[in-house]
């Protein structure tokens, strides 16, 4: 089983931060909440804090347990943690993503997420305003 954490980066005006993973990369073409693999002994929002730093060059400040999903690649067991993050600073600057966009959580149905990520976005489609 891989751990993995996502952040639910919201910005002042209550949009989300979603990105596309970049050709090459698995997954490609298709968008998530940005975020990456726990290392040893690392928990969720320490992971998130370094990974989005790593791969976006922008500082969060992960607060509120969001939700957990399994899901299986084929025979990869991954275990997403997602966590509520509030953006704090920083330009981003995509690494392992080709695109990403501020987005209203009510628009996330027009994009085609990463399938481990699909149960945070029918989440926050359904969550009350």
């Given at each position: 089983m891989i751990q993995v954490a996502a952040a639910i980066i919201e910005n002042e005006h209550g949009e989300l931060l979603i990105a596309r993973r970049r050709s090459g990369k698995s997954q490609a073409g298709l968008w998530e909440f940005p975020g990456g693999k726990l290392e040893g002994g690392e928990s969720a929002p320490a992971c998130l804090r370094r990974e989005l730093m790593e791969e976006m060059n922008i500082d969060i400040e992960p607060y509120a347990l969001f939700g957990v999903n399994d899901h299986w690649y084929g025979n990869v067991h991954i275990h997403l943690i997602a966590y509520k993050a509030s953006y704090v600073k920083g330009e981003i600057v995509l690494i392992d993503h080709d695109e990403c966009r501020w987005v209203e959580p009510e628009?996330?149905?027009?994009?085609?997420?990463?399938?481990?990520?699909?149960?945070?976005?029918?989440?926050?489609?359904s969550a009350p305003s």
């Amino acid at each position: 089983m891989i751990q993995v954490a996502a952040a639910i980066i919201e910005n002042e005006h209550g949009e989300l931060l979603i990105a596309r993973r970049r050709s090459g990369k698995s997954q490609a073409g298709l968008w998530e909440f940005p975020g990456g693999k726990l290392e040893g002994g690392e928990s969720a929002p320490a992971c998130l804090r370094r990974e989005l730093m790593e791969e976006m060059n922008i500082d969060i400040e992960p607060y509120a347990l969001f939700g957990v999903n399994d899901h299986w690649y084929g025979n990869v067991h991954i275990h997403l943690i997602a966590y509520k993050a509030s953006y704090v600073k920083g330009e981003i600057v995509l690494i392992d993503h080709d695109e990403c966009r501020w987005v209203e959580p009510e628009s996330l149905a027009d994009f085609e997420f990463a399938p481990a990520d699909v149960k945070f976005v029918r989440m926050l489609e359904s969550a009350p305003s």
